[in-house]
């Protein structure tokens, strides 16, 4: 899928925080499969490929529950590869009882569901690009009923849901931030990427290389929401994939112009934006 991929730059990591890391292991290996891929007393690294990371799970010291009404993560979105991977995990989630929403975004297909803690999770797959309907700049979307009776359809004889596919990537990353103007000029000035919907005055939806969206973010939570505490559940910090390293030094350069913060140790650049989520910059 070339808009996970070079030259474009996407989200290929996503690292959350959790208050039991037994109880989170279980949910992601036995309802999402998973594998882990490393893991400690207190943090684990899991895997659909046995290879590559997709999402961490860590479990802070003295950690307190999630809090409402602050900045921080609306939710991390699995992009299966075929409908079918969709139409199965449907059945799989019915079966194992877990409550879950959908939606028919036009661009896409999701379903929306929430881990242990609170922390909340979309899986979707795209739909053809060639059906997206763009309009100058922006793409169109909307927040549609989805059409299981057609999805199921797509249920191949005796196949059934066994896990997060090899090709499962992250597609995306949704934000709560505390104002959209001067998080527009972070992410468009600073990082290089492209505002291709806007939600109103509430949400912003930005991409890179023409995709419907790697990164939301929105004021839902509140203009001026606080950051969660250091401790508290959500998101730790999420990484961006940057085509080359030159590409990295020019986005850091942009960075410094705009005021934004950034720590340069050895070969790791991070980066937070004005609501205080964490980015790495990786190549």
Do not use: C
Not at 43 to 65: C, F, H, N, R, Y
């Amino acid at each position: 899928m070339g808009y996970h991929a070079k030259p474009t730059t996407f989200v290929g990591h996503v690292k959350i925080k959790v208050e039991k890391l037994e109880r989170s292991l279980q949910f992601y290996k036995d309802i999402l499969g998973f594998d882990i891929l490393e893991r400690t007393d207190t943090s684990a690294k899991l895997t659909t490929d046995g290879k590559t990371s997709i999402l961490s799970l860590e479990q802070p010291e003295d950690v307190v529950p999630k809090q409402g009404r602050t900045t921080g993560l609306y939710h991390f979105a699995l992009l299966l590869p075929t409908k079918a991977d969709l139409a199965n995990i449907v059945v799989h989630l019915v079966e194992k009882g877990v409550r879950f929403g959908s939606s028919d975004h036009l661009v896409s297909e999701a379903l929306y569901l929430n881990d242990p803690d609170g922390n909340q999770i979309e899986i979707y797959i795209d739909r053809d690009p060639s059906e997206w309907d763009w309009k100058g700049e922006e793409v169109e979307m909307a927040v549609d009923p989805l059409d299981f009776e057609r999805l199921l359809k797509n249920i191949e004889p005796g196949k059934t849901w066994k896990g997060m596919p090899n090709e499962t990537l992250m597609g995306h990353i949704h934000l709560h931030v505390a104002e959209l103007q001067k998080t527009e000029e972070f992410y468009v000035k600073g990082l290089g990427l492209d505002v291709v919907n806007r939600y109103g005055t509430q949400a912003l939806f930005l991409s890179s290389g023409k995709y419907h969206h790697h990164i939301g973010v929105n004021t839902w939570n509140g203009v001026g929401a606080p950051k969660p505490p250091k401790n508290g559940v959500g998101l730790e910090s999420y990484t961006l994939i940057l085509p080359t390293e030159e590409a990295r030094d020019g986005i850091v350069e942009n960075l410094k112009k705009i005021g934004a913060d950034v720590i340069e140790e050895n070969d790791t650049v991070i980066t937070f934006d004005p609501s205080g989520n964490q980015i790495e910059l990786a190549i």
